[in-house]
């Protein structure tokens, strides 16, 4: 079930912990994706605070934001990107995005299948997405001060293996938010501390939240027919290096006997994935 939006621009926006946290995802999605000139860039579920900093070199920013949840006006004071979506529905074009950021999103659907085959609808060919979601293992997804300790967390396996079975690619996963989900000074202080010594220790299990990269898989469809047809042909050339026997049917071929109804035993056609 989605969080409200009052909340989520609540914790984010308004309070030193929300602050801190959105610092440092935003520095993890920099570091994944350092360059994304010539992008379109879309976020899905709550990811306003995490998609500003794309927004001097992408081409396209668009923050999609799911009924369940309500929509804000972002970004503050400028033109409005932000639009309200169905979850499953969206009103963007077949393989029209280049990069999507999913942000409380995911863990948070009440039918994560249908919207993984929806971002699958819209990334294009080679497209991108990073999904950030809350550590199984981490003490962010075992505290009700912040968002992270609401829905499904993950294990890095567990994502991974939904991603496939929805004909995605993980490609690389990161960290963050190493320090503790708690208001109290000596830890928004020690914030960045913990940041710096968690990725020097690549510690994941301390982590309150992971970040999956993964891309769209397109698979092609093998051509049975082709491979019969190929086959066939080469046969034709047999009798060019040494004459080719002649069978039972050449040295008959005027006894209507041998002209039976045979089985065609080629090899069957399959039938792939429509992608």
Request: aromatic letters at 10%.
């Amino acid at each position: 079930m989605h969080l409200d939006v009052v909340d989520l621009r609540g914790f984010y926006y308004r309070t030193k912990l929300g602050r801190s946290a959105q610092r440092a995802l935003q520095e993890a999605l920099v570091d994944i994706w350092s360059d994304t000139s010539g992008h379109a860039v879309v976020g899905f579920g709550f990811a306003a605070p995490f998609l500003r900093p794309f927004l001097k070199t992408a081409t396209r920013v668009l923050c999609l934001m799911p009924g369940q949840q309500g929509v804000m006006p972002w970004p503050p004071g400028e033109s409005n990107l932000s639009a309200l979506v169905e979850e499953y529905n969206w009103p963007i074009e077949a393989g029209s995005v280049d990069r999507l950021i999913v942000g409380h999103g995911l863990e948070t659907s009440d039918h994560p299948g249908a919207l993984l085959d929806e971002i699958w609808r819209v990334l294009a060919p080679g497209g991108r997405v990073v999904f950030i979601v809350p550590n199984r293992s981490g003490i962010w997804a075992r505290s009700d001060n912040t968002p992270f300790g609401y829905g499904r967390p993950y294990s890095l396996s567990q994502l991974e293996a939904q991603l496939k079975r929805h004909r995605f690619q993980p490609e690389r996963h990161v960290n963050a938010l190493y320090g503790a989900p708690s208001h109290k000074r000596y830890w928004l202080k020690s914030a960045r501390f913990w940041e710096r010594l968690g990725k020097w220790l690549d510690s994941r299990m301390v982590a309150g939240a992971l970040l999956v990269e993964a891309t769209k898989q397109v698979y092609a469809t093998p051509d049975g027919g082709l491979r019969d047809t190929v086959r066939d042909r080469l046969g034709m050339l047999e009798g060019l290096t040494k004459p080719k026997p002649a069978t039972n049917l050449t040295k008959n071929r005027n006894n209507s006997a041998y002209f039976r109804p045979i089985a065609h035993k080629g090899i069957p056609k399959t039938t792939g994935d429509s992608g």
